[in-house]
């Protein structure tokens, strides 16, 4: 006999999950709906030619890759894993995209802003909170290089994040130019920048000594300058640098604080990097973000110099959404400006922003804080059970039911004349809260018995009157 | 360069494709859950094992079978298919059921319903409306065998199909155990059975003539019997034996005499059926289905002793929707009871009783006849576009999208300080039906531009007014 599991790194959801996930999922969609993003949806298999070279060596590794088939599969001539496979399962959200834009030029509009959230496949060693099979929720504005396309997209997310209960959110920005500027005038060779992004993408890791350890081992500074640069970079350094006043303030007076401490540290910066072109695009860019913003954010937008982001194909703006609580430290989310990656598949390059929200991250941490409202939580199947007195009623409980749906209710039907006691008792068991009884005594007095199960209280009722008095005892 | 379409037989669904997908599979959500369906996912990848062997010979060749990755590939030694694949992808929702409920038979209720709206693969050839990539719309009730599961999910499928506009759908009931009383009678041996069914499953296709040549040459009948077989259980036929008056009648008149007709029809049936147990069983089945549902369903249930159903394994009660108009002749839909496959996974049998529904062949016939609602078949991004006047009123721009939004519209920001008319004529091809112009006078004076795309009138209103405004024109 097989084994029932599923697949290793693979979950089945039962009820109550998927009711939590499709609750964040649609906050989701309803968020970006409402910035005018429109749903794209591609297929789970692409041509395998479409994925192998998108992601490096190691991405390529842990493609799933789907046997030829029929004819096609010519084993005996097969010498190496690409004559056995021509096609393979989605490994993200972005390399699809790149080939819809190229495919549906012309249908699609000049400006075009998807969001798309489906599952995707990576053939990674499954560890606590890492699956081979998960979703992304990815929301891109293809087409135009000015900074609302980002203002919109924080904008966004920003909403997603209140609107799910990340009070303690922040969203970080930075500027690859930023980063070029301030290796620019440390006078950091071209081909030793990469190096040191990479060095300064673990400061969450391994901290500012570890990142200073590592710029010099990679030899792209000496001691006393890994420290100093690391030392500007880092945001904790930075607040003692620009003290923030401790006066206890009016939360909109707390709001114009910070964001002016914000405004003052980028002008730091811009000043700083003065002598850079890069640089000084980049801060000026920050400047226009946070112009555009303003004070609308829920506080939580915050210039983090030290954000680099390993991802190679940023060519802009950074963003990150980080967690700062004791129980979950980490990223929720990221994106920022890719101007070189949707062309892939044309022959011009077309200015994109993107940012991608990590669904299963966000469940976890949802679910250690009890941050899902009481009616998602406790997964009820239905509003309300309606039991069956005996074989000549079952008709009458149908209508009933029928009639409860009618008046908005969730209802289901115990399946069987079983005796009242067993009815109650799987109505406990999957977690109605009410339960209707329709015996000999209400159908000859034209009522019903409401039952609620957390209570116990017992009403009679006519039934027109089930569904209020369901949603009252309810709110 | 790659080919930019999609793989073979795949496709991508661009937004207006989606949102046409979402708002059916949005009404069977709704529906399902408002019967005390619950939802269920399970993975697109499951082992192999699980999979093959369950589908017949031609099913274990359509499955889409993974590579398998790193030091497990042994393609040396590899001698066949089975040595080179570990995983495939889900075939259908059948299965997958099957092992959830083996492996989560203390977590799930003893009456588990759910419903689950997945896609599946299938490695088939592509032809019209015949995709290797397709939903399926799957309705289960596990546990029980009473004929309120069967009752229950014709109700919810009645809904859902006149939710969706389909007042010509017929649902099609018959028995399993109707079909083998049938055949007991006609004194046809248990093993000639199947073959009867096989040939009887073909009557849309083929005909009742072609039925009774097949019926022939599978050596089940000779000649007169086999017309005799055959026009018992055909439709049309009986229509003429049972004659619907033609006198006009109330519409409530009209449907207590056709579910007159159907009872008078099982009834003869019932008769003709009382020296086989197994018959008269199938008919006592039928007739108590007729019952419990009573007038309620939208006059579309109907008993067809010809529905025979390919699959053998219905055990009971056998389903179909089928659809009768002249641009589109088939079924949208199928099930019953199959109390023998859920419990393939565990020890114990587990009786069963489900519904699928073909979401591809609902979506297009409800293109072809024109069935979506208007603001679904428009299929706009927003419901209001801001322009930017200039580089110094962006960020008031953004403002006033912010504003917009939180008055219950979805709105986008044109990105660019491009000329107006370059921006009117992108919300045409976007389609927006409202675009918000906010120039200097509007500002000065504390006002909004507010344009119909449609009609194009202009008006100027404060923007608290600017939701209402956009909502009184459009209803």
Same mark, same amino acid.
Not at 270 to 283: E, H, I, V
Not at 434 to 443: A, I, K, Q, T
């Given at each position: 006999m097989a084994s029932t599991n599923p697949a290793r790194g693979m979950r089945d959801f039962l009820p109550a999950d998927v009711r939590k996930r499709n609750y964040v999922i649609n906050i989701i969609k309803e968020v970006y709906e409402s910035y005018g993003f429109e749903p794209l949806e591609t297929p789970a298999v692409e041509n395998i030619e479409t994925l192998l070279g998108k992601y490096g060596e190691e991405g390529n590794q842990l493609v799933f890759k789907i046997l030829k088939r029929g004819e096609k599969l010519d084993l005996e001539n097969a010498t190496k894993e690409s004559d056995l496979s021509d096609l393979a399962l989605r490994y993200d959200l972005t390399v699809p995209l790149a080939r819809v834009v190229a495919n549906n030029k012309n249908e699609l509009p000049k400006f075009f802003k998807r969001y798309q959230i489906q599952p995707v496949w990576r053939a990674d060693r499954p560890a606590r909170g890492r699956f081979r099979e998960f979703y992304q929720c990815d929301v891109d504005a293809i087409g135009s290089s000015s900074m609302v396309v980002e203002a919109e997209l924080i904008s966004a997310v920003d909403e997603i994040l209140s609107r799910l209960g990340f009070q303690d959110a922040a969203i970080l920005v930075n500027h690859r130019d930023i980063l070029k500027g301030l290796l620019d005038i440390a006078l950091i060779a071209e081909e030793k920048q990469a190096d040191a992004l990479v060095a300064l993408d673990k400061l969450d890791k391994i901290g500012p000594k570890?990142?200073?350890?590592?710029?010099?081992?990679?030899?792209?500074?000496?001691?006393?300058?890994?420290?100093?640069?690391?030392?500007?970079?880092?945001?904790?350094?930075?607040?003692?640098?620009?003290?923030?006043?401790?006066?206890?303030? #009016?939360?909109? *007076?707390? /709001?114009?604080? =910070?964001?002016?401490? !914000? +405004? %003052?540290?980028?002008?730091?910066? &811009?000043?700083?990097?003065?002598? #850079?072109?890069? *640089?000084? /695009?980049?801060? =000026?860019?920050?400047? !226009? +973000? %946070?112009?555009?913003?303003?004070? &609308?954010?829920?506080?939580?937008? #915050?210039?983090?110099?030290?954000?680099?982001?390993?991802?190679?194909?940023?060519?802009?703006?950074?963003?990150?959404?980080?967690?700062?609580?004791?129980?979950?430290?980490?990223?929720?989310?990221?994106?920022?400006?890719?101007?070189?990656?949707?062309?892939?598949?044309?022959?011009?390059?077309?200015?994109?922003?993107?940012?991608?929200?990590?669904?299963?991250?966000?469940?976890?941490?949802?679910?250690?804080?009890?941050?899902?409202?009481?009616?998602?939580?406790?997964?009820?199947?239905?509003?309300?059970?309606?039991?069956?007195?005996?074989?000549?009623?079952?008709?009458?409980?149908?209508?009933?039911?029928?009639?409860?749906?009618?008046?908005?209710?969730?209802?289901?039907?115990?399946?069987?004349?079983?005796?009242?006691?067993?009815?109650?008792?799987?109505?406990?068991?999957?977690?109605?809260?009410?339960?209707?009884?329709?015996?000999?005594?209400?159908?000859?007095?034209?009522?019903?018995k409401l039952k609620n199960m957390t209570s116990g209280d017992e009403q009679k009722l006519p039934i027109e009157e089930i569904g209020d008095a369901i949603r009252n005892q309810v709110h």
């Open positions: 570890g990142v200073a350890e590592e710029l010099i081992s990679r030899k792209v500074f000496d001691l006393d300058d890994a420290n100093n640069f690391v030392d500007l970079v880092r945001r904790d350094v930075r607040i003692q640098v620009f003290p923030v006043s401790d006066v206890p303030q #009016s939360e909109e *007076g707390r /709001r114009t604080q =910070e964001h002016g401490n !914000e +405004l %003052f540290l980028i002008e730091k910066f &811009r000043d700083l990097l003065t002598s #850079s072109p890069a *640089g000084l /695009r980049g801060a =000026e860019g920050i400047a !226009e +973000l %946070f112009d555009l913003l303003g004070l &609308r954010l829920n506080n939580r937008l #915050s210039f983090h110099p030290s954000l680099a982001r390993g991802l190679s194909y940023y060519t802009g703006t950074i963003i990150e959404v980080g967690l700062d609580a004791g129980d979950f430290k980490g990223s929720i989310g990221g994106g920022g400006r890719y101007d070189g990656l949707i062309g892939m598949f044309g022959k011009e390059q077309i200015p994109a922003c993107g940012f991608s929200l990590g669904l299963e991250r966000i469940l976890v941490v949802m679910e250690e804080r009890g941050m899902f409202p009481a009616e998602i939580a406790e997964s009820t199947p239905a509003d309300v059970m309606v039991t069956i007195w005996n074989e000549e009623s079952i008709a009458d409980s149908l209508k009933l039911a029928s009639d409860l749906r009618k008046q908005g209710l969730r209802v289901t039907v115990y399946p069987e004349a079983d005796k009242l006691g067993k009815q109650f008792k799987y109505a406990d068991s999957i977690n109605v809260p009410f339960v209707c009884v329709l015996g000999d005594e209400e159908r000859a007095s034209g009522n019903v």
